[in-house]
DNA sequence: TTGTTATTTATAATAATTCTAAACTTTATG
DNA sequence: CATAAAGTTTAGAATTATTATAAATAACAA
């Protein structure tokens, strides 16, 4: 658990300027004990809440995406019409619960890699990740 | 490859009314050798090219969504501004191209089905997916 | 300090998608 | 085959997420 000034130093590291907002916007997404999965809204909510106070919108914007460059944040493929935020930056794999719409993180200890046989030639393999979808068996898949 | 009284039939047995327009999508979107991974405005753009016809943009939405419900295209999971839809339904992974935005369709042979060791209880898996991101290597990860 | 550069902000602009309600089609039934 | 009921299509309006803009402010380096 990282405190602010440490956050503070994390941040000029990277080149970006600690900001009062920034600062604000890493307590509430990294002074926690689990996994936060977020819409930029949920976030602004989060801040709104927790620390009561407004960061402008566009700033909420600016910093989630300054953040994913710099590798603090991860962007989740789910359909949906919204993105999703992950502040576990491991490789990781998803089970997304189609009743509930919660996103529920696992490793290779619950899902195990899999093993990529053949590569698109003359590219890097970036990343890979497992999305498995669940719903109680009644449930219509969508 | 299927004639167009056969999507007719095939419509009417999902009860789903055989219409002009919908005949049509189907023509586009399933008259095709290969898998056709597209957006709502490529299609529509398709419609207007292949047949020159304009079929309004709601229309393609709705049937898209009707086409989806009843099991005759996917949507895919990619970080995106839009969905993408897959005419191919089957069980099968993708590669992700981030320097051309291409998606690459690829069986268990190419990526071998990861093994799920644990589920969430009282939950049915309905579908398991992988998505491998790739670039050039001088590429920076987005 | 002071000047430069980065950041924040409210607001406007854009773009994808959904909603609405009237017109039109398809289908079932008498 | 006439007709009514139900399902579809449509243009356009409404909504929503996201990005752009440009002026005001804050952080930093000299």
Do not use: W
């Amino acid at each position: 658990m990282l405190k602010n000034t440490e956050f503070a130093d994390k941040l000029r590291f990277s080149g970006l300027r600690p900001t009062k907002q920034r600062l604000k916007i890493c307590e509430v997404l990294f002074k926690r004990d689990h996994t936060f999965h977020f819409t930029i809204n949920d976030l602004a909510k989060n801040i709104s809440e927790q620390l009561n106070e407004k960061i402008s919108l566009a700033t909420v914007y600016n910093t989630v995406h300054a953040f994913k460059k710099k590798g603090y944040l991860k962007e989740i493929s789910i359909n949906s019409d919204k993105s999703y935020f992950d502040t576990n930056t491991t490789s990781h794999h998803h089970f997304f619960d189609e009743d509930t719409n919660e996103l529920i993180d696992c490793d290779d200890e619950v899902i195990e890699a899999p093993k990529i046989k053949k590569n698109i030639s003359g590219k890097k393999i970036k990343s890979v990740e497992v999305l498995v979808k669940v719903a109680t068996d009644y449930h219509n898949q969508k």
